[in-house]
């Protein structure tokens, strides 16, 4: 039980922390001045809100599977397979999750507004340092709350971990899928003790995005 706790607690981390550093660029052109090509854009990275969890894993697995073009490119590095791998599991995790990232960060760069950036630049600061000394901590809030999503989205993730990863012990088993693995066993004592510690997880991942939403409240 604890490898299977550990699996997924460093499935989460990782993917939180990789997914965090790609989003931030992302939801900082997609939040300065719309235009159609950029909302197609947002509207094909929110794919996986709407999309069933089996048809993403289905086509994440063809991607990383050994004959896929992708890892074609790969082959030379000694990389055949990312299938049924712990790194698979962090890619399909950071696509299943990219949205719940993007999201919050585009949404707390567009309520900053023009004004901090054109302040920065009349002091002559360059791009990046008005970036990173302006942009970056205005938006702390949209960072935190996409941390939290992510972390508990990836935690609470069952049918793209189950496609990609599958359940090998130690390496890809995650919380869900033993709970899956237990209910099929018919073993509804420790299916339910699992079940119910993801839901009290959920429900301090809820109060914690409600404070962080209060007016005037820093994370």
Same mark, same amino acid.
């Given at each position: 039980?604890?490898?299977?706790?550990?699996?997924?607690?460093?499935?989460?981390?990782?993917?939180?922390?990789?997914?965090?550093?790609?989003?931030?660029?992302?939801?900082?052109?997609?939040?300065?001045?719309?235009?159609?090509?950029?909302?197609?854009?947002?509207?094909?990275?929110?794919?996986?809100?709407?999309?069933?969890?089996?048809?993403?894993?289905?086509?994440?697995?063809?991607?990383?599977?050994?004959?896929?073009?992708?890892?074609?490119?790969?082959?030379?590095?000694?990389?055949?397979?990312?299938?049924?791998?712990?790194?698979?599991?962090?890619?399909?995790?950071?696509?299943?999750?990219?949205?719940?990232?993007?999201?919050?960060?585009?949404?707390?760069?567009?309520?900053?507004?023009?004004?901090?950036?054109?302040?920065?630049?009349?002091?002559?600061?360059?791009?990046?340092?008005?970036?990173?000394?302006?942009?970056?901590?205005?938006?702390?809030?949209?960072?935190?709350? *996409?941390?939290?999503?992510? /972390? &508990?989205?990836? $935690?609470?993730?069952?049918?793209?971990? +189950?496609?990609?990863? @599958?359940?090998? #012990?130690?390496?890809?088993?995650?919380?869900?899928?033993?709970?899956?693995?237990?209910?099929?066993?018919?073993?509804?004592?420790?299916?339910?003790?699992?079940? *119910?510690?993801?839901?009290? /997880? &959920?429900?301090? $991942?809820?109060?914690?995005?409600?404070? +962080?939403?209060?007016? @005037?409240?820093? #994370?």
């Amino acid at each position: 039980m604890q490898e299977v706790i550990w699996t997924t607690f460093r499935l989460a981390t990782v993917t939180t922390v990789l997914l965090i550093l790609a989003a931030t660029p992302i939801a900082w052109m997609l939040s300065r001045r719309r235009s159609w090509w950029k909302d197609a854009l947002g509207a094909l990275l929110s794919l996986p809100i709407v999309l069933p969890p089996t048809v993403l894993g289905f086509y994440l697995l063809l991607a990383l599977a050994p004959q896929s073009p992708i890892m074609a490119l790969l082959h030379p590095l000694g990389v055949q397979s990312l299938a049924f791998t712990f790194t698979g599991l962090v890619i399909g995790s950071m696509v299943y999750s990219l949205p719940f990232a993007i999201t919050p960060i585009r949404n707390a760069f567009e309520a900053m507004g023009e004004g901090p950036m054109e302040v920065a630049a009349t002091l002559r600061a360059s791009p990046l340092d008005a970036f990173i000394s302006v942009a970056l901590p205005q938006a702390r809030r949209g960072f935190a709350s *996409a941390a939290i999503l992510v /972390f &508990a989205h990836t $935690v609470g993730e069952f049918g793209v971990v +189950l496609m990609i990863g @599958g359940a090998i #012990p130690g390496q890809t088993e995650v919380v869900s899928v033993r709970i899956y693995q237990l209910v099929e066993s018919l073993k509804f004592g420790e299916a339910h003790l699992l079940a *119910a510690g993801l839901m009290a /997880f &959920a429900f301090c $991942v809820l109060m914690a995005i409600s404070i +962080l939403d209060r007016p @005037g409240k820093a #994370p």
